[in-house]
């Protein structure tokens, strides 16, 4: 990663730029170390040269870094709704419920008893395959949980999704600027989001294997 205060120790708007790269407003659980290397990568791919260039690394990292924010966050609101949606499952599969406006005992009754066949789920990862074989014999897909848990977080997801395409155009707009006085920097910084958000996406495919 490029040293602003060696190669320029004189100029103040490359030692703003240096602070906003060591602190930059990441959320509690977001990695500085990861920001860094994404960095790193737009840096190795655009090779700033003056102050402009580096604004741009700058700038094209933090947009890029609010994209894969958005994306995170969906992965995280799917995760978050997989034991509701196993319990779900497990419900429609094991346990006879009745409307709760004519009978909500029985529902409490049946929503308690989905919670108890779900646990083990989650605290046991050896039994998976016994309740994934009960899934896929009651007529369910393999990736009958995921699907669930996709239709429960819907809701949340639509809103994600739409701040993933305002971030996409908000760097696309940037970029287009940017090409408008040097294209090939563009160009290069460019390739490096297409490339971090691709990394991304093969790391949340790689992660449901």
Not at 76 to 84: A, I, T
Request: a positive charge; charged letters at 30%; aromatic letters at 6%.
């Amino acid at each position: 990663m490029g040293d602003y205060k060696s190669s320029h120790p004189k100029s103040y708007p490359l030692d703003i730029l240096e602070r906003l790269r060591e602190t930059p407003q990441l959320l509690l659980h977001e990695s500085l170390k990861e920001f860094h290397e994404l960095f790193a990568s737009f840096e190795d791919y655009g090779k700033p040269q003056n102050l402009r260039d580096h604004l741009a690394v700058h700038q094209a990292t933090v947009l890029t870094w609010d994209i894969l924010r958005c994306q995170d966050m969906k992965v995280g609101v799917l995760r978050s709704h997989q034991r509701p949606a196993l319990e779900s499952l497990l419900r429609k599969i094991q346990v006879r419920t009745t409307s709760p406006s004519k009978n909500g005992i029985a529902e409490a009754v049946a929503k308690s008893e989905a919670r108890q066949l779900a646990a083990p789920w989650f605290k046991d990862p050896a039994s998976r395959p016994a309740m994934m074989k009960t899934i896929e014999m009651a007529g369910y897909p393999p990736d009958a949980i995921e699907i669930e848990a996709f239709q429960l977080a819907l809701p949340t997801l639509a809103p994600i999704e739409r701040l993933i395409v305002s971030a996409q155009k908000r760097l696309d707009r940037y970029l287009e600027d940017l090409e408008r006085t040097s294209k090939a920097h563009a160009r290069a910084l460019r390739a490096a989001a297409e490339k971090a958000i691709a990394q991304n996406d093969a790391a949340v495919l790689a992660s449901r294997k």
